[in-house]
């Protein structure tokens, strides 16, 4: 079974709007992270936001804020305010308890922002 | 934030011969790792070291090896490419008590 579920292979947001780019994981570990990434075109892997399992709050950097709901094991990712660089890859990734810090990626979200 | 660089970008290289990707950190990160990735597809994790003289295989099995005889510094070679080999190679580091990996720009490979 997968243990990152990204159900949305492609995206087309209009610019300016807010996005929803969806994450539910498997673990039956109580102490994980989650991870979201953005991969541009040109192939780099660039971080973007992370959540602890035990994190309380949910957390934000800038535009980007991590909906994190433990019971349903979701870890959704919200854009506001979109923007034309935004079209990008999008991975969301898990570390999973503290045995290792190896880190399993979901197969990734093309956004795709409209001008 | 990491810096991380990784050479070269992009390789074209035949069947047979022998290729060394290159890593490298300047920030001192005791972790790297190198990801494997078809285009359009997830990472896959193929080599990790958690420091100087430490390499351990990933969960997707694969035909390169890695050193790391200086911290910032992890290679990984390829002893004959393969058209199967082809793919991006990225490359990350982490500090050992940080959660966040940081990656490189990556090598497109493709063998003919």
């Known amino acids: 079974a997968q243990k990152i579920t990204q159900t949305q292979p492609g995206m087309f947001v209009q610019e300016k709007e807010a996005v929803t780019l969806d994450c539910t994981y498997d673990?039956?570990?109580?102490?994980?992270?989650l991870f979201w990434y953005k991969q541009p075109s040109s192939g780099e892997m660039i971080f973007l936001i992370y959540?602890?399992?035990?994190?309380?709050q949910n957390a934000t950097e800038g535009r980007y804020s991590l909906n994190f709901q433990k019971a349903r094991k979701s870890a959704n990712l919200v854009i506001s305010a979109s923007q034309l660089g935004d079209s990008a890859m999008y991975f969301c990734a898990m570390r999973e308890g503290q045995r290792d810090d190896k880190i399993i990626f979901g197969k990734g979200t093309r956004l795709h922002i409209l001008p | 934030e990491a810096d991380i660089y990784q050479t070269p970008r992009y390789l074209v290289i035949g069947t047979g011969k022998k290729i060394t990707l290159e890593c490298s950190q300047t920030m001192g990160h005791d972790k790297m790792y190198w990801y494997q990735q078809d285009p359009g597809m997830e990472l896959h994790l193929i080599h990790y070291s958690y420091g100087v003289n430490s390499t351990e295989k990933g969960d997707l099995s694969s035909e390169s090896t890695v050193s790391r005889i200086r911290t910032e510094h992890f290679p990984l070679t390829l002893e004959s490419a393969r058209p199967s080999h082809t793919s991006q190679y990225l490359c990350?580091?982490?500090?050992?008590?940080?959660?966040?990996?940081?990656f490189g720009p990556g090598t497109r490979l493709l063998v003919l």
């Open positions: 673990t039956s570990d109580q102490s994980y992270g």
């Open positions: 990350a580091s982490s500090e050992f008590t940080q959660e966040t990996q940081y």
């Open positions: 959540q602890g399992s035990y994190d309380e």
